[in-house]
């Protein structure tokens, strides 16, 4: 059974420097104690870790992927104030695509990049409370097929669809991503910690690339009670085994390919390694008590972008 998302597995050409960034940015703190799951840096955040690995010399890694680059494509910050987000995210290095939007909740949003190129979408949330540390509301990922997508997702995670809405084209929606006349449809499915978010891109459409090396370096990583038997299950449901279960001391890992073409991994916590589930973070379940807005309240068509 898949517990919630453990950690999201980057690949930076500077490991050190991104992990610093993170720290001064979102209130990451280094992980002290051993695995690090293969990464050269393991983060502890306020409901999921972030591993960092350094970039394969001569690989293609892309330092800007698109917004509607295929895969797993930004992960999401949020908390009651966007203001404190993304003054820090700029002051350390990173750039906005513009300023926060309303997209008609109350609620305040913006895309931004880390000097790695790396994409998050910041948001402040008008009802949450006020936390030292920002957490992660969600992880993106932009697929080719949505229906296909919610078929896979939602029987490995066991979860049905919180809410499907299409976007655009509008002026807010433009400013936002960055794009002309940009036409999205999305959907949302709970995952413990924090809720998956997928997108179709309907305009400008995702380009029909091999997904590998580069363009999917990032990597989602799922926390289960079987990791053997979430490969398993991920299999049979159209994903291919890239390793078999590998075990070192009390954790156990596995990858598998989605059958998009996404990497993802589930890791296995027990015995002496069970302190490093995302259940012993400092707020693991903060999503539960912040996720209480309906996303049928975004703004998906008003204002038309002009010609």
């Known amino acids: 059974m898949i517990k919630g998302v453990h950690h999201v597995s980057l690949v930076a050409q500077c490991p050190s420097e991104l992990s610093v960034y993170l720290q001064k940015v979102f209130g990451f703190q280094p992980w002290q104690g051993a695995p690090t ?15 960092i690995s350094k970039a394969e010399p001569g690989s293609s890694r892309l330092s800007a992927p698109a917004l509607n680059d295929l895969g797993l494509r930004h992960l999401c910050f949020q908390n009651r104030s966007i203001d404190k987000l993304s003054s820090a995210l700029k ?26 190129g790396n994409i998050y979408e910041l948001e402040g949330l008008h009802y949450a409370d006020m ?7 969600h992880a993106a990922i932009v697929v080719s097929d949505l229906d296909s997508a919610i078929a896979f997702y939602g029987e490995l995670l066991g979860s049905s ?8 084209p509008s002026r807010t929606s433009d400013k936002m991503s960055g794009f002309r006349d940009a036409v999205l449809e ?29 363009v999917l370096a990032n990597r989602l990583v799922f926390e289960t009670t079987d990791a053997a038997e979430s490969a398993k299950q991920a299999v049979a449901l159209g994903a291919s085994l890239e390793s078999a279960p590998v075990e070192r001391g009390a954790w156990i890992t596995t990858n598998v390919i989605s059958p998009e073409g996404a990497p993802i991994s ?7 390694c069970a302190d490093l589930s995302f259940e012993g973070l400092n707020d693991p379940f903060v999503c539960a008590r912040t996720d209480t807005w309906d996303t049928s309240e975004i703004v998906t068509n008003a204002q038309p972008a002009p010609q």
């Open 186 to 214: 999305g959907a949302w499915l709970y995952a413990g910690n924090m809720l998956i978010e997928l997108w179709q891109f309907i305009n400008p459409a995702s380009e029909d690339v091999e997904l590998q090396g580069a």
């Open 91 to 116: 002051i350390h290095g990173g750039s906005l695509f513009s300023e926060p939007v309303d997209l008609g909740t109350g609620n305040q949003y913006a895309y931004g990049r880390d000097p790695e």
């Open 131 to 137: 936390h030292d540390r920002p957490w992660i509301g």
């Open 266 to 272: 589930f890791v296995e916590c027990r015995g002496a």
């Open 161 to 168: 669809v919180r809410n499907r809405l299409k976007i655009g």
């Open 37 to 51: 799951f293969g990464s050269d840096v393991l983060l502890a955040g306020t409901n999921a870790f972030i591993a």
